[in-house]
């Protein structure tokens, strides 16, 4: 069965830091795009950064460019998500998905479709108090 396990959520102050976890199972990790989204309450679901695992190559959006650094370990099948400067804006349940490289025309990651992924995990919860 495919898993993708995402923790290291929680409870920050403003500015704090706080590095996410997306475990993964079950799928050929060293052929995918992971992908971090995020939905905060009364907001459609959004992409913050996609990684392609067999190069290392990143896309981040420019709302968190320079604050988030996504990376990946994969002899660990886990990608990370390094949030630094983190706003009360950024609150949110955060997510990571994931889609298999070979079997894809375009990314679904890199333009932000979350249902085009083909697996996604339950969430964890980024609460950043002010």
């Known amino acids: 069965d495919v898993q993708l396990q995402a923790s290291g959520g929680g409870l920050v102050q403003n500015g704090g830091s706080l590095r996410l976890s997306c475990r993964a199972s079950g799928f050929t990790f060293d052929d995918s795009i992971i992908g971090w989204f995020r939905q905060a309450p009364g907001k459609e679901r959004e992409v913050l950064s996609c990684?392609?695992?067999?190069?290392?190559?990143?896309v981040v959006v420019d709302s968190v460019q320079g604050r988030f650094t996504i990376s990946s370990d994969n002899a660990k099948n886990t990608v990370y998500l390094q949030m630094n400067s983190l706003k009360p804006e950024d609150t949110a349940v955060y997510y990571c998905?994931?889609?298999?490289?070979?079997?894809?025309?375009?990314?679904?990651?890199?333009?932000?479709?979350?249902?085009?992924?083909?697996?996604g995990g339950k969430g964890t919860q980024v609460t950043v108090s002010s």
């Open positions: 998905a994931a889609e298999i490289k070979s079997k894809k025309y375009w990314s679904s990651c890199r333009v932000g479709h979350w249902y085009g992924m083909d697996y």
């Open positions: 990684i392609t695992t067999s190069d290392g190559g990143t």
